[in-house]
């Protein structure tokens, strides 16, 4: 890999992922003179969007079904799209990416966590993000932070987000040195300063 900075944002739904994502985009941009891609899962590619409609929109789909799927999108995301913006050296912004299918197909599905895990990692040729920022946000606040119109996964009961954050959590236990984990609870413009303080160093190596 050349200088590019690969970053994704994970976290539950409506934890401030696509904001604070484009708070740290907009201030790479005026801070520095690297191109900035910005991206998410499902529908970052042409592809991707298509797939978006079907796995959040469309009808229920069993449990492996829906992983095979979003590791279908993250294949041709991370070929099209990621890996090339990487090896011209821009700093890759996602919206979820592989931690999401492992927190939501394996913890709130329940599938075996190292078998979600290993059908991404194999997708991606092990591709892993330099930094995974972890908004964490206490399930119970989900009801006031969705759209009005709530996808397949945001309408799951309590019990499956509760899951699905105990999962991100104990990933992030088990590898510290990629993730940072922030309360999203708190102030937005507390948790941007935070992500910046993190990230800057990284840009700096990343030259």
């Known amino acids: ?34 191109e900035v891609v910005r991206t998410r899962e499902p529908g970052g590619t042409a592809v991707g969007r298509t797939l978006r409609e079907v796995l959040l929109h ?49 913890g709130g599905r329940t599938l075996p966590p190292q078998e979600v895990e290993h059908l991404s990692l194999w997708a991606t040729e092990h591709l892993l993000p330099r930094v995974t920022v972890l908004l964490d946000l206490d399930p119970v606040h989900l009801a006031a932070r969705v759209a009005v119109d709530p996808d397949r996964l945001e309408r799951e009961e309590l019990e499956f987000h509760v899951r699905t954050r105990q999962a991100f959590l104990d990933r992030a236990a088990a590898e510290p040195r ?26 700096e190596a990343a030259r």
């Open 1 to 34: 890999m050349t200088s590019g900075l690969f970053i994704s944002f994970e976290g539950g739904d409506g934890a401030g992922k696509s904001t604070q994502l484009a708070r740290l985009g907009d201030w790479i941009e005026q801070a520095t003179t690297r």
């Open 58 to 106: 469309g009808q229920d789909l069993g449990p492996r079904a829906e992983a095979l799927l979003f590791a279908a999108d993250r294949a041709h995301h991370v070929d099209s799209l990621i890996r090339p913006a990487l090896e011209r050296g821009a700093v890759v912004l996602t919206d979820r990416y592989l931690d999401s299918s492992v927190a939501y197909q394996a």
């Open 178 to 203: 990629r993730w940072l984990v922030v309360d999203a609870a708190r102030p937005k413009d507390d948790i941007a300063e935070e992500i910046r303080d993190h990230v800057a160093p990284l840009m």
